[in-house]
C-alpha cells in the first residue's frame, strides 16, 4: 500500500475541519430553540428518533400503550399556568386551565384544547372496555377518556405525564 499523498491527506484533513464547524455552528443554533420540534409543522417523527429522544418510560407509554405507574408522573400534583402538548410530535393537547385533580394519581383534564387533537378509539385490553385517546397528529398512546368527569363536559381524560411535556405561559 502506498502513503497518501501529502496534498490529498491535507486537504482530508481540512474538510473535517469544515465538517466539524458545521456541526458547530448548528448545533448551537439549536441549543437557542426550546423543542427540536416545530408546532405549526406536520411533521410526524419517525420510530428512530422518537427511540433516541424519549426516555424509556417515554418510549413504552407513547409507542407500547404503557401506563406509567399512579402517583408517580411528573404532572399528576402539577399546578402551573401553561399548556400541555404531546411528547412525541409537540401538538397541543390540554390547558391547565381544563385540569382538575381528580384523585386518581393521573394528570386529569375535562376538555381537550380542540377534538381533532384527540383520536378516541375502543380498547378492550385487560378485560376492560375503555376508550383509549391517542395524538390526533402522530398517534401516540396518551391514556383514556372516561365518562365520570366534573361539569361541564362531564369528561375525565386520563393522561400518563410520560405523553406530555408543559410549556408554561408566558
Ligand atoms: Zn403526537
Redesign the pocket.
Known amino acids: 500500500m502506498r502513503p497518501m499523498k501529502p496534498k490529498l491527506a491535507f486537504t482530508l484533513i481540512l474538510t473535517c475541519h469544515l465538517l466539524m464547524a458545521c456541526g458547530q455552528s448548528s448545533s448551537r443554533q439549536s441549543t437557542s430553540v426550546p423543542t427540536p420540534i416545530t408546532m405549526n409543522e406536520q411533521t410526524i417523527p419517525s420510530k428512530e428518533e422518537l427511540k433516541q429522544r424519549l426516555s424509556p418510560d417515554q418510549w413504552y407509554i407513547t409507542q407500547e400503550k404503557g401506563t406509567e405507574r399512579p402517583f408517580t408522573g411528573e404532572f399528576w400534583d402539577h399546578h402551573e399556568k401553561g399548556t400541555y402538548s404531546?411528547v412525541?410530535?409537540?401538538?397541543p393537547l390540554f390547558l391547565s386551565d381544563t385540569k382538575f385533580d381528580s384523585g386518581c394519581g393521573w394528570p386529569s383534564f375535562f376538555r381537550v384544547i380542540k377534538k381533532e387533537n384527540v383520536k378516541e378509539t375502543l380498547d378492550k385490553s385487560h378485560g376492560m372496555i375503555r376508550t383509549e385517546i391517542n395524538?390526533g397528529?402522530?398517534?401516540?398512546h396518551l391514556g383514556h377518556v372516561f365518562n365520570d368527569g366534573p361539569p361541564p363536559t362531564g369528561l375525565r381524560y386520563c393522561l400518563n405525564s410520560g405523553a406530555m411535556t408543559f410549556n408554561a405561559e408566558k
Do not use: H, P
Request: proline residues 0%; glycine residues 20%.
Open positions: 404531546c412525541c410530535c409537540g401538538l395524538c397528529r402522530c398517534g401516540a
